[in-house]
Every structure is written in structure tokens, then in C-alpha cells.
């Protein structure tokens, strides 16, 4: 922004590129802390108990963006999900998103997709990822497990809602290897992701030895758009819900997000939302 003094990576793309080697470098370090914590042994049979199941459709209308970028995504994503698909996340153990999939690069076949950075839609090889860590995190929201690393955009709103199948705001962000999507298992039993491609969607299942004895509630309330100052904002909060199976009574109620993100697209599309409350309000429940 002008008046502000640039970031050391902000002032090219070889101030950028050691920037990242960097953070790289250090993550790759603070990673030595936990050998033997990772959850990195992966099974084709799966754990009996299906917990949460979801898809998300890969080829998204996005205003602006150009659809080569989502055919890219799609072959991005059917790279990927195979690396973490089976993935058995024992007690005590960590799941890492990168430790995973590790470095998409041309030379794996990943192509030029679609990433996000600074408040912009960009264009970057092994893009599309973040729509796999927001196919976990949501897996994630409807368990016990701990989310212990998780990034956001969300103080921007980049796209008009087309579709959206998830409330706003429980999005993710990650950049190898240093914003990673990570999930620590401190119950008592092994829980595993199951991830694919169709043709259309990417789809996953979280599932465990056991069936949970609760189930969670995701919704999204309060939500609207704002304008201050002749900027837009869409404004929402997002809680999650926590009920005993057997009586159906209500253990926890936990505000998980609070959104004010600044409107980045043509103000027109918000008409056809309508200023109230999103479609995303639906609400989305754990088995």
C-alpha cells in the first residue's frame, strides 16, 4: 500500500525467491522437532466408520478467471489426491498437507493453476490446492480432531457466491512448505482420509475405527453485506455445534470464524445474491 515500506519480498521476484527459500528452509528445520509424530502410513482398506463425507465441484465458475486455469486445476488435484488418499492419522500423531503431497513442480506434471496472494487472483504451477486443504479442513470441522495449522484469506472476498456449497470463511490458504494445513489426532482411535477425483468433483471421506458418539453442526448466521466508506464487505460468523447422538442435546457452541472481508469484484453481483442472508447458510451436519 502506498506510504507503507515494502516487505523484503515485495521488492522483486529474486527478493521473492529468497524469501521463500527462507521460510523453506526454517520450516524444513522446525519439521526435524517431530520426527516420528507424522501421519504417514497409508492403507487402500477403509477404517469402518464413515464420519463426514464431501465433494466440491473442481470447475467452478469464477468471475474473470480463465478456464484453462480450472482445466490445469483439475489435473493439479487428481495428481494429488492419490498422495494423501489412505492416509492413517493415529493417536497422538500429525497430519501435514506438504509432508504429504510435497513440491508441486512441473517435473511431478503439475500445470499452471489458479493461487491466491495478497488480496489477488494469480497464476502459479501446482495451483489449486488450496481447494484440497478446504475439502480437509472442512472433513476436519465435523470431528474431534485438532486443527493446529491453518491460513486464511478470508479478509477478502475475491469471488461472487456461484454455487458455494460451504459458508464463507472456513476457507484455507497454504504455500510450500511453510503455510501448511496441519491436524493433530489427540483422541483415542486412528482416524483416515479418503481422497479422489471425478470427472467433476473432488471428493473425500473422513473415517475412523469407530462411529463418534456426538455429531457437529456446521452453520453460518448473521451473514450480510456491508458498505462503509463506499467499499463493500461481506460480513458473516460462522459456529459450530457439537450434539450428544443418544439425546440430542447440545454439549458445545463454538463461534469458529468471524468474517469482514473487503469485496473485491464488480458490486453487481452482490444484487444477485441478494443482501441478506447467503446460500451458503445451509446447514452441514456430521453422521
Same mark, same amino acid.
Given at each position: 500500500?502506498?506510504?507503507? =515500506? ?36 497409508? =492403507? ?45 492419522? =493415529? ?190 447458510? =445451509? ?5
Amino acid at each position: 500500500m502506498s506510504g507503507q =515500506r515494502k516487505l523484503f519480498c515485495q521488492l522483486g521476484p529474486t527478493a521473492y525467491r529468497l524469501s521463500s527459500w527462507k521460510c523453506r528452509t526454517i520450516r524444513h528445520v522446525q519439521n526435524l522437532h517431530d520426527i516420528g509424530c507424522w501421519a504417514l502410513e497409508r =492403507r487402500e482398506e477403509r477404517l469402518p466408520a464413515l464420519i463426514c463425507t464431501h465433494k466440491s465441484l473442481i470447475r467452478r465458475r469464477l468471475g474473470g478467471v480463465d478456464m484453462r486455469l480450472q482445466e490445469n486445476k483439475a489435473v493439479n488435484l487428481a495428481l494429488a489426491a492419490p498422495k494423501v488418499s489412505g492416509v492413517l492419522i =493415529r493417536p497422538g500423531q500429525i497430519f501435514s498437507f506438504w509432508k504429504l503431497v510435497g513440491a508441486c513442480t512441473a517435473r511431478k506434471g503439475y500445470r499452471e493453476g489458479l493461487t491466491i496472494g495478497s488480496g489477488q487472483a494469480r497464476s502459479g504451477v501446482g495451483g489449486g490446492m488450496c481447494q484440497f486443504t478446504n475439502l480437509i479442513h472442512w472433513l476436519a470441522l465435523h470431528s474431534p480432531l485438532d486443527i493446529v495449522e491453518h491460513h486464511h484469506h478470508d479478509d477478502y472476498d475475491l469471488f461472487p457466491d456461484f454455487g458455494r456449497q460451504v459458508p464463507f470463511g472456513v476457507g484455507t490458504s497454504i504455500v510450500y512448505n511453510y503455510l501448511d494445513y496441519r491436524l493433530q489426532n489427540n483422541t483415542d482411535q486412528t482416524f483416515q482420509l479418503v481422497t479422489y477425483t471425478t470427472g467433476e468433483y473432488l471428493c473425500g471421506e473422513l473415517r475412523a475405527e469407530s462411529p463418534l458418539p456426538v455429531k457437529y453442526h456446521i452453520r453460518a448466521e448473521n451473514a450480510y453485506f456491508s458498505c462503509e466508506n463506499g467499499i463493500y464487505y461481506r460480513n458473516n460468523e460462522v459456529f459450530r455445534t457439537k450434539i450428544d447422538k443418544h439425546t440430542g442435546c447440545c454439549l458445545e457452541r463454538q463461534l469458529i470464524k468471524k468474517s469482514h472481508a473487503r469485496v473485491l469484484y464488480d458490486p453487481k453481483y452482490i444484487a444477485e445474491e441478494g443482501n441478506g442472508p447467503c446460500s451458503c447458510e =445451509r446447514e452441514s451436519t456430521s453422521r
